[in-house]
């Protein structure tokens, strides 16, 4: 039980962290994240690189639909745009990873405006569809813009050079990962710290009450879109520099449901919940696929089924989380959290 | 001409049976507000029953359609009584998840029992092409047609005079009135999504007969909603009209643009045309905005 | 001189005719109460000058500009301000950040430095934080809950936090609709004493929607009755009061 917690100053009471003890924890976690390449597997690597990309990508969602309440099926035509804007520069004008990345964010930040801005005279679910229109209008250009997209071929890019560091290995390019990542967890957090970040919560809680507190309704959607979009045009770059190519179909409406499942199972309007809906989504196929190796011996015909029962899998999930719990994985985390914090006492 | 007129032609066929499945939407929508992503999976099913019934246990043609119509509706209670149930009150994201989630599941299910491959439907109808002076039209297309329409007609009838349906649109309307004027208010969400599962699958039946069926026929699912904002979410004569519309844009475009982009065009033009669309009516060619109160 | 002045306001929904020329003038400082049956437009009187109903006919004055064309936010960083009858808070967020979001207009914090924080926000934020606790928390007594979501408080105290957000906004003029509705003796008193220390201490302009005639006779220096739309009548509380059509309005005629 956490007792004698008493603060003096109203910037200790508004701090993200606000006890020793949790400070300890974070700095720990921290610690140990900047050593795990260090005695962690490639495949680990590779497995955490992939879920720090995606969370890079899952936190701009969470801005834009978990707080700020405009769903958008969408986010992987912007993250697209990303991938494709850092291929495009870094092949075609030579500019290196450092540059690519905030541009790549910028590019998809603008077409993110550009989605957004016709979509928000429409409410609810009309802006919905709106998304889904755009993410398949983007999928046709990235098909078939050939002269620009390279389509379906795609377009291959050298390895990231950071000063002279070239990030050709899973290890080199985790500390990249790990750094945009944090730096988004920190900049999403601080986001709603503020006036922008309540302004979202309380666009999407009731919109209306939120024009009559002074809270200009389109202007700040399109700061929520503008910014998620940012974030996905990130981690369009990371995503093009660790797989060192690009190509169409990472970028479907499939990969849109993926993130907000992603959100929805974490937690929305969550950071914590980001997090865990990253390395939940990220980690759930792998766990199959290991499962269904397994039963090789006892059913040789088991990893036939491998894509459809992915397929089965993903869509129970998500039910089965939207039924049991929906507010994610972090309301989950909080109630195990609460039930220790009091035990043994029950309230 | 000739091929504008063959395009309009193609396009108002497969359009009524967007307008079916649209109709499958929109019931739906209208009874329980709503929006189904897994339309098209219904759709799918609908099919593969179907096929199941004709190639697998060899049943006739007639009562087989019925009980492809009795498992739809089977299908639809289920999914409304194990899962949307239990979503009353959440916030409309989640139920939308709710139903892609669904969508998901169906198709993966689709796969493990029937596998990947392209299943086709025995002869149903007969095969002659139809001349229709200016244009001609495959047979499977144009019985598609009659059948779509027929029931589309049948549901609006339903819904606007039977009392089931007068019920119907009341729950929708306000659901606390209605259950204070004694309609079973649970029993009218059943029954909607009865009701919409067997138009989706009719709809997955002809589709299925005029280009084979495969688990990812639920993507044409997605093109309902260029059809349902067309025509206005809540609307049956705006997906009827929604449904003609997409059609005819699709196959037009389709053939005189697909030449120059290499393809790509006819999946493509309902979605451009919807976000214009938006951009002036943002509630869709015939949908009501709705006045809040305060 | 009149701080908020609404002329010749009409409003119809469809064929319906919600107000008919409605007209008065509020002076700076009052309390001034809309009375009236229910259904007879008040709230949507309070909901035209807040910008939320855009009225057929009619003009809004505010501090002697004309607000009648201005977006509900554009009143907002005017000085208007306005509590809702069913309650409008964001139960997404705690209390403390729905008082905090009041004072949005006032706020200077643009996305870049919200997202680097460290700086400019972060000052913002604690001259926020500190406005909000002297200024509202202290003075509507509601220490306690600050940390809490609004969600599960009690319905008297989300009132009272609905009144500390509207406060944030530091506004000129205040509009409440039905403050005490709902609420046992012991908080409508101390509703009614709030909205007195807010009169008196902080030089707000207070236009009052509200049923529970003791409340409204108490505290209002004007009153104005309305009926199907129409002004039927003002003056003062007393005045108001004695008015034979105000009596019918609600209480009907006398039979016999």
Redesign the interface.
């Known amino acids: 039980m956490r007792i004698g917690d008493f603060k003096e100053t109203y910037a200790a009471d508004e701090a993200v962290f606000r006890t020793p003890t949790v400070r300890f924890w974070v700095g720990v976690l921290l610690v140990f994240l900047t050593l795990f390449p260090f005695f962690a597997s490639d495949y680990l690597l590779y497995m955490a690189n992939l879920t720090g990309i995606a969370l890079v990508a899952a936190l701009g969602l969470n801005i834009l639909?978990g707080s700020a309440?405009q769903?958008s099926l969408g986010h992987s035509a912007l993250i697209g745009v990303g991938a494709y804007t850092s291929a495009i520069l870094s092949t075609r004008l030579g500019l290196p990873f450092l540059v690519c990345l905030p541009l790549s964010g910028a590019t998809a930040a603008v077409c993110g405006l550009i989605i957004g801005a016709?979509?928000l005279?429409?409410?609810?679910?009309?802006l919905?569809?709106?998304t889904?229109?755009?993410q398949?209008?983007f999928d046709?250009l990235f098909?078939?813009w050939?002269s620009l997209t390279n389509g379906i071929n795609g377009i291959n890019i050298s390895a990231a050079n950071l000063f002279g560091w070239e990030l050709k290995t899973e290890f080199d390019f985790y500390f990249i990962t790990l750094a945009v990542a944090v730096l988004g967890v920190t900049m999403t957090r601080n986001l709603f710290r503020t006036k922008v970040g309540r302004a979202f919560i309380a666009i999407r809680d009731r919109d209306?009450s939120a024009e009559l507190m002074g809270i200009n309704l389109f202007r700040y959607k399109l700061y929520a879109f503008a910014v998620s979009s940012f974030y996905a045009g990130v981690s369009g770059c990371l995503w093009v520099y660790f797989i060192k190519s690009v190509t169409p179909e990472y970028f479907s409406?499939h990969e849109s449901?993926r993130y907000?499942?992603m959100i929805?199972i974490g937690g929305?309007g969550s950071v914590l919940g980001t997090i865990f809906g990253a390395m939940f989504m990220t980690f759930v196929p792998e766990l199959l696929q290991a499962v269904l190796s397994s039963l090789k011996e006892t059913y040789p015909m088991a990893m036939n089924?491998l894509?459809?029962?992915?397929?089965?899998?993903?869509?129970?999930?998500?039910?089965l989380f939207?039924?049991l719990e929906?507010h994610g994985l972090v309301r989950l985390w909080h109630r195990v959290k609460d039930y220790f914090r009091l035990w043994p006492f029950e309230h | 001409m000739d091929i504008f007129l063959q395009l309009m032609v193609s396009g108002i066929a497969v359009g009524g049976v967007y307008a079916l499945i649209a109709l499958g939407f929109v019931l739906i929508y209208k009874a329980t507000n709503i929006?189904n992503f897994a339309t098209g999976e219904f759709m799918m099913i609908g099919a593969y029953l179907l096929y199941t019934l004709l190639v697998m246990v060899e049943c006739p043609v007639v009562p087989a359609f019925l009980l492809v119509m009795s498992g739809a509706t089977l299908l639809g209670f289920l999914v409304e009584r194990a899962?949307l149930r239990?979503?009353l009150g959440?916030p409309?994201?989640?139920i939308?998840?709710?139903t892609?989630?669904?969508?998901?599941?169906?198709?993966?299910?689709a796969?493990?029992i029937w596998s990947?491959d392209y299943k086709f439907f025995p002869a149903i109808f007969p095969r002659k092409p139809i001349h229709l002076g200016f244009a001609i039209v495959r047979a499977n297309m144009f019985y598609g047609f009659v059948v779509a329409m027929v029931m589309v007609v049948v549901f609006s009838l339903l819904f606007k005079f039977a009392k089931v349906g007068v019920a119907m649109r009341a729950t929708a309307n306000d659901q606390m009135a209605a259950y204070s004027m004694g309609i079973n208010v649970r029993r009218m969400f059943t029954l909607a999504w009865g009701f919409g599962a067997i138009a989706a699958a009719l709809g997955g039946v002809i589709i299925g007969n005029i280009g084979g069926i495969r688990?990812d026929l639920g993507k044409i699912g997605?093109k309902i909603?260029?059809v349902v904002?067309l025509g206005g979410?809540d609307s049956i004569a705006g997906a009827v009209l929604g449904g003609f519309i997409v059609g005819i844009l699709e196959n037009l475009a389709g053939g005189y643009l697909d030449p120059y982009?290499?393809?790509?065009i006819k999946?493509?033009a309902p979605?451009?045309a919807?976000?214009l669309i938006?951009?002036v009516k943002?509630?869709?060619l015939f949908g009501k905005k709705e006045?809040?109160r305060? | 001189m009149a701080i908020l002045e609404v002329s010749n306001l009409s409003l119809s929904?469809g064929g319906l005719s919600v107000l008919s020329d409605i007209g008065f003038s509020v002076e700076k400082n009052q309390i001034y109460t809309l009375i009236g049956p229910n259904g007879a437009g008040k709230?949507s009187i309070l909901?035209c000058i807040a910008g939320?109903y855009k009225p057929q006919e009619g003009r809004i004055t505010l501090k002697g500009q004309d607000i009648s064309r201005l977006s509900p936010d554009r009143r907002a960083a005017l000085g208007l301000a306005r509590t809702?009858q069913n309650i409008?808070l964001f139960r997404g967020m705690t209390v403390l950040d729905n008082i905090k979001l009041g004072a949005h207009i006032h706020l200077k914090t643009g996305v870049l430095s919200a997202l680097v924080y460290w700086g400019r926000a972060h000052r913002e934020e604690m001259a926020l934080r500190r406005q909000v606790e002297e200024d509202v928390i202290d003075f509507l007594e509601i220490e306690p809950i600050r940390r809490m979501s609004v969600g599960s408080l009690a319905y008297g105290l989300q009132k009272r936090v609905e009144l500390a957000r509207a406060l944030a906004m530091n506004p000129d003029v205040l509009l409440m609709d039905e403050p005490v509705s709902g609420m046992n003796v012991e908080e409508t008193e101390d509703m009614a004493r709030f909205i007195l220390d807010i009169k008196e201490e902080r030089d707000i302009t207070i236009v009052l929607i509200e049923h529970d005639m003791n409340v409204v006779m108490d505290i209002s220096d004007h009153v104005v009755a309305i009926n199907f739309g129409r002004k039927i009548t003002e003056g003062s509380p007393q005045e108001v009061a004695e008015h034979p059509d105000v009596i019918k309005a609600y209480l009907g005629e006398k039979k016999g």
């Open positions: 639909t309440g769903i016709p979509s005279r429409m409410k609810g679910l009309y919905c569809i709106a889904l229109a755009a398949m209008i046709f098909n078939h050939t209306i409406l449901i907000l499942a929805i929305l089924y894509f459809p029962l992915q397929t089965v899998v993903f869509g129970f999930l998500i039910v939207l039924v929906p | 929006i899962i239990h979503m959440q409309a994201i989640s939308v998840m709710v892609i989630g669904l969508a998901y599941f169906l198709t993966g299910l796969e493990v990947p688990p997605l909603f260029p904002i979410l982009f290499g393809g790509g999946d493509l979605f451009v919807l976000v938006l951009m943002p509630y869709g006045i809040e305060l | 929904f709230t909901n939320f809702f409008a």
